[in-house]
């Protein structure tokens, strides 16, 4: 079993930031990519940043320049800086991994997720 356990949501002022971490644990054998999606009432969820093993980053376009993705492969966790919050970033903020179970085994596995509400 795989668990990912994300912190870090809350409610900010536009402007603020809020650091988001989530951390993987169970029968890992290794991770193929860590991620951030988010999902807003009535919209579909969307991929907002992800990192995958060998160091590339994706961003979505409406937050480059704003939020920062990072990893600790030592302690299977990653973690999302986000800066110059926006009303619009106002979602559940969803934590995903894919990663090996087993030899030849991959599978993507999500975490609560966890609210962000960004006030004007």
């Known amino acids: 079993q795989v668990q990912l356990m994300e912190s870090g949501g809350g409610l900010v002022q536009a402007g603020g930031s809020l650091r988001l971490s989530c951390a993987a644990s169970?029968?890992?054998?290794?991770?193929?990519?860590m991620g951030w999606y988010r999902q807003s009432p009535g919209q579909e969820r969307q991929l907002v940043a992800t990192?995958?093993?060998?160091?590339?980053?994706n961003y979505a376009d409406s937050v480059k320049g704003r939020f920062t993705i990072s990893r600790d492969n030592a302690k299977n966790m990653v973690f999302l800086q986000m800066n110059s919050l926006k009303p619009e970033d106002t979602a559940v903020y969803y934590c995903?991994?894919?990663?090996?179970?087993?030899?030849?085994?991959?599978?993507?596995?999500w975490g609560q997720g966890t609210q962000v509400t960004v006030s004007s």
């Open positions: 995903n991994s894919r990663l090996y179970t087993d030899i030849g085994n991959w599978d993507d596995y």
């Open positions: 990192l995958n093993s060998g160091g590339g980053r």
């Open positions: 169970g029968t890992i054998i290794s991770i193929v990519s």
